[in-house]
């Protein structure tokens, strides 16, 4: 089964997707980020970082 990340996408649908990265990257460029919301962030990517140290390889 193919996961939908892993699929291939014709010209058109990339070209989609590339302009609504583009479009969102540029809300998210223009928005104010309050300093709490960057520390949560900050701090649940710790979290996951160390939730990936601790998992045992495969």
């Avoid at 193919?2 to 590339?18: A, H, I, K, M, V």
């Avoid at 609504?20 to 649940?44: C, F, G, N, V």
């Amino acid at each position: 089964m193919t996961r939908p990340s892993q699929r291939d996408f014709g010209p058109q649908e990339n070209l989609s997707t590339d302009q609504e990265i583009a479009s969102l990257l540029k809300a998210i460029e223009q928005e104010r980020i309050p300093d709490r919301l960057t520390k949560l962030a900050i701090e649940l990517q710790n979290a996951l970082i160390q939730k990936r140290r601790c998992r045992p390889l495969n």
